[in-house]
């Protein structure tokens, strides 16, 4: 460029200086490296207004095959402009006035010259420690010689946005066939959102233009007007410009008022034998009302028309993909897993795991529900903002996940434990998995019990008092181990295995409100709720695509932030019949007495029956048995259990499952004779199980014998 032609634009209006003057460490070490590089001629330096400082920079001869891909010479003139703040790699542009546009690794700016350089797609923050000037004129060279070999991007590399483009788009909604009409608004000077509306909301009136396929030649162009975008075909065969004008001048479109909204779907191609690898969706907006041009059309001259129209300005802009369920899961890479998802409780643990599952569009329909407020205590460790404090948690998180395209979320503001007929049918009719995050015993056996043929599948999860250990039940996808009998095979690891020994021990307590007795809320860490609702999430997508049951633990250690599995066992149950009364006994307690009974040989023995009981379903779960104490008395005949050391077992049984499980009976055995009951043995039962009646206590009686295991109960 002769004659410093490069001051005509705007970009580097500014004094002159010599390069002894420059002030900025940046543009002086550039400056420096210019001067000492074979290639390189500095041509001058410019201070603009706002103190960055430009050096114009002619490079010699660069490495341009005799016939470029892209028209590239041998001889370039560049300017580099240095900010005073230094934030961003000096900028790159080429100076030379037919210098082409829409090149690979080329920035859209506002104008087409200067052209804007893509140097580097490595953010400065990440190597400004590191910056070398000499290396990074090296890189400018080297942009010009790759991209004349048309090398600049890798073979594999995906193809460039067709267009170039300033501003980005995205959809509130889903265009239906008809929808014609969209709310188009600017939230800043970059970003949109265009929703699909009634006429009578509507900014823009839109037309569909579907282009025929391109080949790319990763060289994108930005077009100002409609008749630059005549190099490209729609599917009907006419330009893009035509194809407008024949539908503003043959159908209704042309009779509107508002402006239009051009969607152009541009499909793109590496070779024109190709398959199409990407397809770009552009809005191009078009200030004139449809019916002004139609109008115009009306009263100019072909000629004169057809200059006006290819004149009006237009403006690009690029969409983005919308907030949809489906998308959730692309950028994920989750698949769908479910087509009802039901989460009951949206506390501490819920909120944060229905989060994960609404976020990665696992399920095409999301029920959730909770009855409870969040009180200003809740914040501290619940998803939802403090301006929901007050609101009912379920419709705040409705709210808070509304928007999300093909999302059906269901919010029912209910109390589990008394729904109505149509709230039960809305949640478990045609659902794949109910999640029980509420933390409540009665939930738990409420949809354990839930007397509905639908199959699904349930499971339950919470973390103990502490909040660094969570435990999840899994259902079998037959559904034969439910919620309550893991819920019993977790008791009984409780009670087994040391390392859980204090796993339900309790923390301090801080009051949270004053307005109910239940106003004791545990101190949790957040953190520790953040990483184990994310593996409760996880892990509950997993279990649900096995068919077995699952029980586990995960433990979080506060000091490393390490996490450990705890995987418990699961016990088998036999179903036994008293009178109205259901047992459940533990295959391992029915082992564990098999050998004791061995191990006294020819003299009976016996001990006690730990375990759980349910009134309300008239069911007894039989999950511990504790041996014979040293002091009990046995023969051939009889067994008298002793009593030492027993009231320490009850009490440490009681401590390690928080109460839960308790006494339930005695069993002993019949080395040398079937199961059946003897005259003793039943007096034993009556008199035991009315002594228990008057506290309001179940009592168990187990027998075992040569022919199996006898079970009487009361409850």
Known sequence: MTDKMYKEYKILKGSEIRGSQLRLPRAITIHKAALLHPCVTVNSCIRNSADAEIIILTLHRLSIPDEPVYPIQEVEEIAVICTKEDLSLPEVYALRKDFPVGLPHSNARAFEHPVSLCISDVPFSDFRHQFNAYDYINYIINWFNRNSLGLLHEKDRPLEVFFQFNKI????????????????????????????????????????????????????????????????????????????????????????????????????????????????????????????????????????????FNEIPIEIIFTVEPVARQYNALFNAKDLLYKKLVVIGAGTLGSNILDSFVREGISEEVVFLDFDYLLPHNVARHILSPNMVMYSKVKALENHYSGIIDQKITAIEKDMLRLSENDKKIIYKDTDLIVDASTSVAVERKIAFEPYSEKYRCCTVFLNPRG??????????????????????????????????????????????????????????YDNVGILAGIASQQIQKASKRDNCSLCIWRVNGQDSTVSKISLNISKWKQYKSEDIQVYLANDVQNEMENQKRLSHDKETGGCLFGCYDKDRRIIYVLYMHPAPCDSQSTPASFIRGCEGLSQVKNEISRKTYHQVTYLGEWHSHPNGNCAPSSTDKEQFRQMSDWLEQEDLPFVQAISGNDGIYINAKI
Not at 209 to 225: D, E, F, R
């Open 169 to 308: 788009c995205t959809f509130k909604n889903i265009q239906s066939v008809d929808a014609c009409y969209g709310l188009y608004t600017e939230l800043s000077k970059l970003t949109s959102t265009l929703e699909f509306v009634s006429k009578n909301k509507a900014t823009h009136y839109i037309v569909n233009i579907p282009t025929n396929s391109n080949v790319s030649k990763n060289m994108a162009c930005l077009p100002k007007t409609i008749g630059e975008l005549a190099d490209i075909s729609s599917v009907i065969g006419k330009s893009v410009p035509d194809t407008i004008l024949q539908t503003l001048v043959s159908t209704v479109a042309g009779k509107t008022q508002l402006p239009l909204l051009i969607l152009l779907y541009i499909p793109s191609k590496r070779m024109a034998r190709g398959k199409d690898e990407r397809i770009d969706l552009f809005l191009v907006r078009i200030t004139p009302k449809a019916r002004d041009i139609r109008h115009k059309y009306g009263v100019l001259t072909p000629e004169n028309f057809k200059k006006w």
């Open 468 to 525: 660094n250990e969570l435990v999840m039940l899994m259902e079998d996808k037959a559904r034969t181990q439910r919620l309550d009998l893991l819920e019993m095979s977790y008791q009984r690891n409780l009670i087994i295995r040391s390392e859980l020994s204090s796993h339900l021990e309790m923390v301090d307590q801080q009051r949270t409100n004053s307005f109910s007795c239940r106003s004791i809320s545990s101190i949790l860490d």
